[in-house]
């Protein structure tokens, strides 16, 4: 059967800040910016989940499209909406909250949800003009 | 010469219900939802072709776009807009009219008319939310 | 107290054909084109919902926007998302679903369920090239 | 001179709560729902400053781009951009950041800084599909 | 009748440079910078077209899409279209073709061509962040 | 370390032709067509700068996104914005400024600024519907 990806969009609000615990105010401020600022700042991140694998040839899909839509909203936008990243969600209260790490987060935990046979992408724009992808590698 | 893929949007609207003939009105329903509603429902399909090759040295071009804008017009565009998939298109008689059925058959239909030198990659927008991508594998 | 305008978006998918009972079916194909198909075809509907008010000074809206979407849920997306308008609503049995009626409609349906201190206003897009705009003039 | 509106885009990510100090928790919590989170939550503003006046005979500009895009980004990017809203800008010591107000405190700022005979309209998305617009009234 | 606004996307590409054939070129380097560089610049101008009125009650239509659709292309996409503005338009030979100055002469221009019972408005993004309208007044 | 791509939107205005000054003008109208216009056209030139690389470990980032920013604002956007390509920028005195050969050129540039431990990958809009990709093969 063909292989297709399908992708569905999602998104969330919340409030982060750039930091290593691991060093000094100064540092942090000299790397980070005011990506540091201490009282927090946020975004609404866009995201997109892709699933690719073979057409089931009896539905015509590759994953139920509303399965996965229910999936997004109950893993990942019920629980990073409306939160403050670095104080409210314990992947990273030692992991800095940048883009690169959130998706990976994001993607272990849809990866352990979804049928191994079908390989994970996540894309996640922070702004409109910045965006990562992650394909579990 | 280097290896650039080009990419072209078109669009079409058209009618469509997801359902399977071997099965109960019931199953269906089961499965498919108010997708499978007998009056049928539609869409703006966003479509965008990409094919990837090297740049021909003489025009700076992998394909020239004016003729792949007219070959999407002419096998696409005028084939799928404003048509009810189910009743109208042989294509999807038995099959099931998902997007990701749909990107398989957008991709057979222009295989053939594209110099087979060229990768071929098909990306379908079911809404602005939902989207699949077919590359012939 | 400022006046404001807040807007929501939503959208629905459906299917419809344009068609005047009172005329022949060459007359409505000369006027309609492909758009009088007698297989129907569709759209996904883009809605912005605009309500113009004053702020109230204790919660600094104009309207509570969950309200509002809760609103748009429950009259406008449930009841137009997967039908066929021209088949399954009674407001289209014998007014034509073009965007300007639907627009209408839509703006009545909500007329009905907001503060008529507010001013209402509809935007609808049926593709993204074509869009209408009602403020119930 | 024909009389035209001329519009800059520009945008600001920011961290900020709705709450009213005057009532109790629980009544901020019953209203505000979790937008009301303690730990504060984002996003990323999408702003729209729209200038309105009869065109130069001599430039051709309402306004020129460059002095308005400089002017939004002095006084609205650099004061607004990274920062927690309710806590470090004065504005909102009192007043709850919803959109509104923070459209109306926008209009304000920029008010004083353009030609008076010259109309202003600001328009702020708050997310993609949440938006407001303030007009002076 | 309900008096509906209906609203067609169009675009073209053009080169251009602003320049007031009255100045000395330092004067025209002051004010218009990179802008009025001599061997020219471009844009993809999107266009949107306005036209308010009462619906038909036979069609349900303020004006036919298709109409509208067909008239933009003849008068504006067909004319504007990979022209330089300065060199080969004869509306820009003394009138600077800043994105308010179009604006002016596509109104002009489709205002000649259109009911004179319906309102008409132009939207103009010369970028994706400036845009200029103009209702004729 | 997890592999991600980061990616950085941008944007420039120029002015080309499509022209091979080895042809006669009547070869190049006909393969080109309007796109020979002897005057020039333009457009808006929407830019997507995709960098892979392992995360560091210690600041969450592939590559600092306000670094890639500046780099492309030094490198491609001061270079590129509105300039005439064929008649000011060295590279396309002979080369077609096609946007196939745009992207390579944009990629050749940027290559020798960026750790060559780090994947490159450019994304080129000539227009919202016309787009090519490089990845540096």
Not at 8 to 16: E, G, P, Q, V
Not at 66 to 86: A, G, Q, V
Not at 107 to 113: A, D, F, Q, S, Y
């Amino acid at each position: 059967m063909p292989v297709v990806t399908v992708n569905r969009k999602a998104h969330f609000n919340a409030a982060h800040r750039l930091y290593n615990n691991e060093w000094s105010d100064d540092r942090n401020a000299d790397v980070f910016g005011k990506c540091a600022n201490v009282h927090y700042h946020g975004h609404n991140y866009e995201l997109i989940v892709s699933v690719t694998g073979e057409i089931n040839p009896q539905t015509g899909f590759v994953m139920d499209m509303k399965i996965l839509k229910d999936l997004i909203k109950s893993e990942i936008e019920d629980y990073f909406d409306h939160r403050n990243l670095n104080e409210e969600l314990p992947e990273f209260k030692t992991l800095n909250p940048t883009a690169e790490n959130i998706s990976v987060v994001i993607w272990e935990k849809l990866r352990t949800k979804i049928d191994t046979k079908l390989a994970l992408k996540i894309t996640l724009y922070e702004t409109p003009r910045n965006f990562v992808v992650f394909t579990g590698n």
